[in-house]
């Protein structure tokens, strides 16, 4: 890893701070969600299933700041901070969620240490949502009890999961990034240098 890499600038820290703050609310709002949808799927039996289906917002934090600024512990610091800013502003999981930003920020930022932190796209985005579903169902298991389901819901709960985390932390960010890179709005930032 060359020094140049490894070295933060001002704006880099900024973006962090903005990209933190933004998911944080997005997070909150998504807390909400589940527990509409719990609500929805209790009479069939599959409250279990809520957050899954929306899982994937939960990990787009560390896909967003990893894709932008493209430097080691962007992914992890930005989902931490965002996880903690949801718990300031009234996340009702407590302390806890901090917890959970750091399992899941540490799967998204295998996706971009997998090429050594260079040129991030799809490959690093797909990368990091299957780490991210990975390290979060194992904290599942062990915080949620997962353990104590059948078989066939676990499996349910880490297929739905992953196609969540596909959908939100790989397809939605890349566009969303992409689209913000052609607006000129990430030119000082590695992901807009290769859209120019």
């Not at 903690?84 to 969620?97: R, S, T």
């Not at 930003?101 to 540490?106: A, N, R, S, Y």
């Not at 194992?138 to 059948?150: D, E, H, N, Y």
């Not at 969540?164 to 930032?189: P, Q, W």
Request: glycine fraction near 12%.
């Amino acid at each position: 890893m060359t020094k140049k890499l490894a070295k933060w600038s001002l704006k880099d820290v900024i973006m962090v701070g903005i990209t933190a703050l933004v998911f944080g609310v997005i997070y909150l709002g998504a807390v909400h969600v589940g527990v509409y949808l719990g609500v929805l799927l209790t009479p069939v039996g599959l409250a279990v299933l809520a957050n899954e289906f929306i899982f994937g917002v939960w990990f787009m934090a560390a896909a967003f700041a990893g894709y932008v600024i493209q430097r080691p512990g962007a992914a992890l610091i930005t989902e931490m901070i965002a996880a903690l800013l949801e718990v300031f502003m009234g996340n009702f999981y407590g302390p806890i969620v901090f917890v959970s930003g750091f399992v899941q920020g540490i799967g998204t930022e295998a996706g971009f240490m997998s090429n050594g932190y260079h040129r991030a796209g799809w490959p690093q985005l797909i990368i990091g949502a299957i780490a991210a579903t990975v390290t979060s169902f194992i904290w599942g298991i062990v915080r949620a009890s997962f353990s104590g389901l059948q078989w066939q819901l676990l499996a349910a709960i880490f297929v739905i999961r992953l196609l969540s985390a596909l959908l939100f932390s790989a397809v939605i960010v890349k566009v969303v990034c992409d689209r913000l890179a052609k607006m000129g709005v990430l030119s000082n930032y590695p992901s807009g240098a290769t859209q120019r």
